[in-house]
T-cell receptor, first 114, second 114 residues
Framework: DQQVKQNSPSLSVQEGRISILNCDYT??????FLWYKKYPAEGPTFLIS?????DKNEDGRFTVFLNKSAKHLSLHIVPSQPGDSAVYFC?????????????FGPGTRLSVLP | DAGVTQSPTHLIKTRGQQVTLRCSPK?????VSWYQQALGQGPQFIFQ???????QRGNFPDRFSGHQFPNYSSELNVNALLLGDSALYLC?????????????FGPGTRLLVL
């Protein structure tokens, strides 16, 4: 049973436009969420995080929104750039572990077209 | 400063064999986690090592075991390999007590079981 879902396997966006990647979770104990980006032949790299006490976190072109009642989060990239083309993973963890056991979604492949 | 390094990069084994994968954490990091990423899926947590002890474990059988050395490097051992063990194995290092964004991933070891 997947606790973290990313229902869009792929997404194509024009350069300069907004990219919106979605993530849903089922475990109400999750209280910390991250987005990772992965290029081919590289490990995932941390992008942005959000704690359940917030509903928005912004870092440059990247903003993550959290809707706890809907158990849904989204990553907005504005403006999208060709270098953003990668696989994006949503991950979640619960406070009652050591905070470093993350449950990952299956990923969304973003293609930003020039 | 070298990041997380893993060896080997690729490995081919046959069913029933045993394999050892190695990981050197990022300088200054004392915690190592191992993940399995099957094709088309997100990374799945195998276990985490801290102070040379397995501290947390995901839903993986006992065929998967590990070790952490005094210099914080780590090994992942898989016995009695199955075809389904074919995957990318990712090592991530972090600093104890810090969540999420300080978890750095290596490029992974791609294991193919024939």
């Amino acid at each position: 049973d997947q606790q973290v879902k990313q229902n869009s396997p792929s997404l194509s966006v024009q350069e300069g436009r907004i990219s919106i990647l979605n993530c849903d979770y089922t475990n109400s104990m999750f209280d910390y969420f991250l987005w990772y980006k992965k290029y081919p032949a590289e490990g995932p790299t941390f992008l942005i995080s959000i704690s359940s006490i917030k509903d928005k976190n912004e870092d440059g072109r990247f903003t993550v929104f959290l809707n706890k009642s809907a158990k849904h989060l989204s990553l907005h990239i504005v403006p999208s750039q060709p270098g953003d083309s990668a696989v994006y993973f949503c991950a979640a963890s619960a406070t009652d572990d050591y905070g470093q056991n993350f449950v990952f979604g299956p990923g969304t492949r973003l293609s930003v077209l020039p | 400063d070298a990041g997380v390094t893993q060896s080997p990069t690729h490995l081919i084994k046959t069913r029933g064999q045993q394999v050892t994968l190695r990981c050197s954490p990022k300088s200054g990091h004392d915690t190592v986690s191992w993940y399995q990423q099957a094709l088309g899926q997100g990374p799945q947590f195998i276990f985490q090592y801290y102070e040379e002890e397995e501290r947390q474990r995901g839903n993986f059988p006992d065929r998967f075991s590990g070790h952490q050395f005094p210099n914080y490097s780590s090994e992942l051992n898989v016995n009695a390999l199955l075809l389904g063990d074919s995957a990318l194995y990712l090592c991530a290092s972090s600093l104890e007590g810090r969540r999420g964004e300080t978890q750095y991933f290596g490029p992974g070891t791609r294991l193919l079981v024939l």
